[in-house]
């Protein structure tokens, strides 16, 4: 039998006086699979820089205009 660390011989002894076990704070992914990603379609990707240059207005005209005069 393997001899258990001092960290883990903590968590018990805690874990045996009845307080809160470090191990139960310890978030799970909720079948969430970190290493798998999705490629986009090429349908989102257009539209994806559809509104990303949707968004910037330098390229519009309302026919309004600014005198600076110095």
Same mark, same amino acid.
């Given at each position: 039998?393997m001899?258990?660390s001092k960290? !883990?011989?903590?968590?018990?002894k805690l874990?045996?006086? /009845?307080?809160?076990?470090?191990e139960?704070? *310890? =978030?799970s992914w909720? =079948?969430? !699979? %970190? /290493?798998?990603? !999705?490629t %986009?379609t090429?349908q989102? *990707?257009v539209n994806k820089l559809?509104?990303k240059?949707k *968004?910037?207005?330098a =390229?519009?005209?309302?026919d309004?205009?600014?005198?600076?005069c110095?």
């Amino acid at each position: 039998m393997m001899a258990m660390s001092k960290a !883990k011989k903590a968590r018990q002894k805690l874990a045996q006086r /009845g307080l809160m076990n470090p191990e139960q704070l *310890r =978030g799970s992914w909720n =079948g969430v !699979k %970190p /290493g798998e990603r !999705k490629t %986009p379609t090429l349908q989102e *990707r257009v539209n994806k820089l559809h509104t990303k240059h949707k *968004r910037n207005h330098a =390229g519009r005209s309302d026919d309004s205009f600014c005198i600076y005069c110095a």
